[in-house]
C-alpha cells in the first residue's frame, strides 16, 4: 500500500524558515517524480514544485510564487522528500501535501501539513 | 499558463441523479494531461480519472471522463451518497507551472 506522510508544520513568524518532510512508503522512491501541492484556507489546489529522479539528475523545478524562497530536496535512502521554506510570507499559509507523480498525474496524496504564518 | 474553468461553481443534486461537471482549459490541451481529483472536507486530494477516461485505482465505474481540446467532463452516473465533495480538475504542461488547477466544483446534496 503506497503511504506519503508529511511533518514539520505548525507556526512560524514571517520571514521565518520552515522545513516539512514527506516519508513514503509502499512502492520505489527512487523511480518516482514527487511533488509539493498546497491549499490555502478554503481555497483551491496550487502547485509548489517537483524533484525528478536520480536518472534525471534531481533536477528541481519550482511555480513562479515561490521559486528562490522554497527548496526541494530528497534523501532516496530514506525514502523521503523534503520542502525547505524560507523567506516565508503570511500568503504561504496553507496546507502542503507531497504527492507521487506518475505520467503528468499526482496519483497518490499525502494526509497534508499545516502551515501558519502570522506574527 | 494554461487556465482552467471549470462549471458549474456548486452543484445541487439529490442521490441516484447524473452529475455532469465541466472544465474548460484556455487553450487545447492534450487529453493524457487531464485529471480530476475528488476531495472532501479534511481529506487529501484523490485521483479519479486521468489520460482519455481512464478510472484510478479504487474508483467505481460510475465515474467517467470525456473531452478533448479545451472542453473536458466528468460525468458521474448515478450519484451516491459519499460523491457529494469538491472536485478539481487538472492539467499537466512542460512548461511552468507544470501543473495547473481548475477552481472546483462543488457537488452538494439538494
Known amino acids: 500500500e503506497v503511504q506519503l506522510v508529511e511533518s514539520g508544520g505548525g507556526l512560524v513568524q514571517p520571514g521565518g524558515s520552515l522545513r516539512l518532510s514527506c516519508a513514503a512508503s509502499?512502492?520505489?522512491?527512487?523511480?518516482?517524480?514527487m511533488d509539493w501541492v498546497r491549499q490555502a484556507p478554503g481555497k483551491g489546489l496550487e502547485w509548489v514544485g517537483r524533484i525528478r529522479n536520480k536518472h534525471k539528475n534531481y533536477m528541481t523545478e519550482y511555480a513562479a510564487s515561490v521559486k528562490g524562497r522554497f527548496t526541494i530536496s530528497r534523501d532516496d535512502s530514506k525514502n523521503s522528500v523534503f520542502l525547505q521554506m524560507n523567506s516565508l510570507k503570511t500568503e504561504d499559509t496553507a496546507v502542503y501535501y507531497c504527492?507521487?507523480?506518475?505520467?503528468?498525474?499526482?496519483?497518490?496524496w499525502g494526509q497534508g501539513s499545516l502551515v501558519t504564518v502570522s506574527s | 499558463e494554461i487556465v482552467l474553468t471549470q462549471s458549474p461553481d456548486t452543484l445541487s443534486l439529490s442521490p441516484g441523479e447524473r452529475a455532469t461537471l465541466s472544465c474548460r482549459a484556455s487553450?487545447?490541451?492534450?487529453?493524457?494531461?487531464l485529471a480530476w481529483y475528488q476531495q472532501k472536507p479534511g481529506q487529501a486530494p484523490r485521483l479519479l480519472i486521468y489520460g482519455e477516461s481512464s478510472r484510478a485505482t479504487g474508483i467505481p465505474d460510475r465515474f467517467s471522463g470525456s473531452g478533448s481540446g479545451t472542453d473536458f467532463t466528468l460525468t458521474i452516473a448515478r450519484l451516491e451518497p459519499e460523491d457529494f465533495a469538491l472536485y478539481y480538475c487538472q492539467q499537466y504542461d512542460s512548461s511552468l507551472p507544470l501543473y495547473t488547477f481548475g477552481q472546483g466544483t462543488k457537488l452538494e446534496i439538494k
Open positions: 487553450q487545447s490541451v492534450s487529453s493524457s494531461s
Open positions: 504527492a507521487r507523480e506518475y505520467y503528468s498525474k499526482l496519483d497518490y
Open positions: 509502499g512502492f520505489t522512491f527512487s523511480d518516482n517524480y
